[in-house]
């Protein structure tokens, strides 16, 4: 399958000057942005208005975990303002993630859920009271997404076969953990190069700081565009190791 990913720009800046300068210098090349809690929470509105008014896509990521009615409250909120993609906890569970699905119906905004983070391995879940591998909670957390109507998940490439499994090819998978080859790893534990992630059949590349941080972020972003251009998707995990 030749199905080229859409890479979105994390905007983790503090002002919406830097939102403004960022979105300048990647419009050509970069058409969906993300706004998660740090820029949300210094500059909210102003900054969702920011992405909207270029005619841009938003991916407003909150990750939700709350009672059903709250939850169902702050979807039809990000529905409300634009957002074209919201995210939730799925370990909120079932019933949390359907009335996030009913929050949304009827509008194009999609709605995806985080599994497991991927800062946690198998033994920060043992912690947690969740005996059994980290691939296997994804997995279970996948069908119960699947089951609430969602659109759907965050994850690492590394689970995209499982995901795969439960979801179904029409199944969103979006990945973050996306690093150039050469490119530092920063705070990310298991990266993979943006070829590595749309081989493997992410649907969306969630890049910040090789782009936001890069001395020229607009050759930045062009690079790793061109770098999508033609990938096939494989069927064989082109992970391996990495
Ligand atoms: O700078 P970098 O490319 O590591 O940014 C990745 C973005 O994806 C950050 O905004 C981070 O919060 C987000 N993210 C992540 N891992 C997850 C979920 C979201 O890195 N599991």
């Known amino acids: ?67 059903p009615n709250t939850v169902a409250g702050a979807v039809a909120a990000a529905v409300a303002i634009g ?19 009913r929050a949304a119906a009827g509008s194009d905004t999609e709605v995806i859920a985080v599994t497991v983070l991927t800062s946690m391995d198998d033994e920060a879940l043992r912690a947690c009271g969740i005996d059994g591998s980290v691939r296997d909670h994804v997995a279970r957390l996948t ?55 749309a081989a493997a059949g992410s649907n969306y590349l969630v890049v910040g700081r090789p782009i936001t941080r890069a001395a020229d972020p607009a050759a930045a972003a062009k690079a790793i565009v061109g770098e999508l251009a033609g990938v096939t998707v494989e069927t064989r995990d082109p992970c391996g190791d990495c």
């Open 83 to 101: 957002a074209d993609m919201v995210n939730v906890h799925a370990s909120g569970g079932s019933e949390m993630m359907k009335a996030a699905a």
């Open 1 to 67: 399958m030749n199905r080229r990913p859409e890479v979105i720009v994390a905007l983790d800046v503090e002002t919406v000057e830097a939102v403004d300068l960022l979105i300048n210098a990647l419009s050509e090349d970069i058409q969906w942005y993300k706004i998660g809690k740090q820029l949300f929470t210094r500059c909210g509105h102003a900054a969702v208005q920011r992405v909207k008014e270029r005619g841009k896509k938003l991916f407003l990521d909150l990750k939700f975990h709350d009672i």
């Open 143 to 197: 069908a119960l997404t699947v089951d609430a109507g969602l659109d759907g998940v965050v994850a690492s490439v590394h689970e995209i076969p499982a995901i795969r499994a439960v979801g179904g090819e029409a199944f969103s998978v979006v990945t973050p953990g996306i690093r150039p080859a050469g490119f530092a790893a920063d705070d990310q534990k298991r990266i993979v190069t943006p070829r590595i992630a």
